[in-house]
């Protein structure tokens, strides 16, 4: 009988400590903020495809760096969908703004679509810490002629100070900006090729 007790007011006095479990918080990638392209613009048809993004980050939770080989899951910050998607989502936003066009499209296609350039991206880190940074490292290859023929291969290691230290919206926010300056270097090639 004490221990039934003894059992059930340790239950109510656990009680209010999962009452004030913090809610969790979900954040997005962000894409470039690009003025809208000229009437001029070439209509250039890019797909993007595939992108690999390490299994590490197949999960719910933002992942950050601690020490050594260390990583931590956040109990009470998440990704709102799937990083890889997320990922390959944004980064076609980033390449139609960049190149002003719109059809940049992901890979692969229900139908057929004549593609004047394709991207592969190998990510082998998308993440950062709560010191103040963001990594990310990844492998590009850019083609031409429906895929056939490769243009250019790249490597983006970028590492982003985030605006606030021990935030995870300011890492967030410096995960898309490293985002956005691979595009740039994705970008950059093709607009190379196209105009020479």
């Given amino acids: 009988m004490r221990l039934s007790r003894r059992l059930a007011a340790a239950v109510l006095l656990l009680l209010p400590a999962c009452a004030e479990s913090p809610p969790t918080q979900f954040y997005t990638l962000s894409g470039m903020q690009l003025p809208p392209a000229g009437?001029?613009?070439?209509?250039?048809?890019?797909?993007?495809?595939?992108?690999?993004?390490?299994?590490?980050?197949?999960?719910?939770?933002?992942?950050?760096?601690?020490?050594?080989n260390r990583v931590?899951?956040?109990?009470?910050?998440?990704?709102?969908?799937?990083?890889?998607?997320?990922?390959?989502?944004?980064?076609?936003?980033?390449l139609s703004s960049l190149l002003a066009t719109d059809n940049v499209v992901t890979l692969p296609q229900r139908r057929p679509l004549p593609l004047d350039y394709q991207v592969e991206v190998d990510?082998?880190?998308?993440?950062?810490?709560?010191?103040?940074?963001?990594?990310?490292?990844?492998?590009?290859?850019?083609?031409?002629?429906?895929?056939?023929?490769?243009i250019r291969e790249g490597r983006s290691t970028i590492i982003e100070p985030a605006a606030a230290?021990?935030?995870?919206?300011?890492?967030?926010?410096?995960?898309?900006?490293?985002?956005?300056?691979?595009?740039?270097?994705?970008?950059?090639?093709?607009?190379?090729?196209?105009?020479?």
């Fill in 72 to 94: 931590v899951l956040a109990s009470f910050h998440s990704w709102v969908e799937p990083v890889d998607s997320m990922f390959t989502r944004v980064l076609v936003g980033n």
């Fill in 39 to 68: 009437t001029n613009a070439p209509k250039t048809v890019v797909g993007v495809g595939p992108v690999t993004l390490p299994e590490y980050l197949d999960r719910p939770q933002i992942v950050t760096r601690a020490s050594g």
């Fill in 165 to 196: 230290p021990d935030s995870y919206e300011a890492l967030v926010a410096a995960m898309s900006q490293a985002l956005a300056q691979m595009s740039r270097d994705i970008a950059s090639t093709i607009e190379q090729h196209r105009s020479g």
């Fill in 123 to 150: 990510v082998d880190r998308f993440d950062g810490d709560l010191s103040g940074r963001a990594v990310l490292d990844a492998r590009w290859r850019v083609f031409g002629k429906d895929g056939e023929r490769l």
